[in-house]
């Protein structure tokens, strides 16, 4: 039963759905990189020790997984609010 909720909020298998939102955020990520956005300037001024450990995190170094990092960060402060926010408007819709 726990897991049929558990489906049913993440819609779907759990591990495919973060599997997924990963993805995503690190290709939306690159995507306001390339375009010159940096929401983790927003985190930063609301959250400034956030802000640092992002900074730190962001600056370690500038090899292939440092990138995909600061893509998957970035994305992810863009996609994970607005799949949350649509998951609880949806599980809430049915009941």
Same mark, same amino acid.
């Given at each position: 039963?726990?897991?049929?909720? *558990? #489906? +049913? =909020? ?5 591990? @495919? /759905?973060? *599997?997924?939102? !990963?993805?995503?955020?690190? !290709? &939306? $990520?690159?995507? *306001? %990189? /390339?375009?010159?956005? #940096?929401?983790? /300037?927003?985190?930063? +001024?609301? =959250?400034?020790?956030? $802000? +640092? =450990?992002?900074?730190?995190? *962001? ?5 292939? !997984? $440092?990138?995909?990092? @600061?893509?998957? &960060?970035? $994305? %992810?402060?863009?996609? &994970?609010?607005?799949?949350? &926010? %649509? @998951?609880?408007?949806?599980?809430? @819709? +049915?009941?």
């Amino acid at each position: 039963m726990a897991s049929n909720s *558990l #489906d +049913r =909020f993440f819609g779907g298998p759990p591990v @495919r /759905t973060l *599997l997924w939102l !990963v993805v995503l955020s690190v !290709v &939306i $990520g690159f995507v *306001l %990189a /390339t375009i010159g956005l #940096d929401p983790v /300037t927003l985190v930063h +001024r609301v =959250f400034a020790d956030f $802000g +640092r =450990f992002v900074d730190y995190v *962001l600056h370690f170094g500038s090899d292939l !997984v $440092g990138n995909v990092v @600061r893509y998957f &960060i970035y $994305g %992810a402060v863009v996609v &994970i609010p607005i799949w949350l &926010i %649509a @998951r609880l408007l949806s599980y809430g @819709r +049915r009941g």
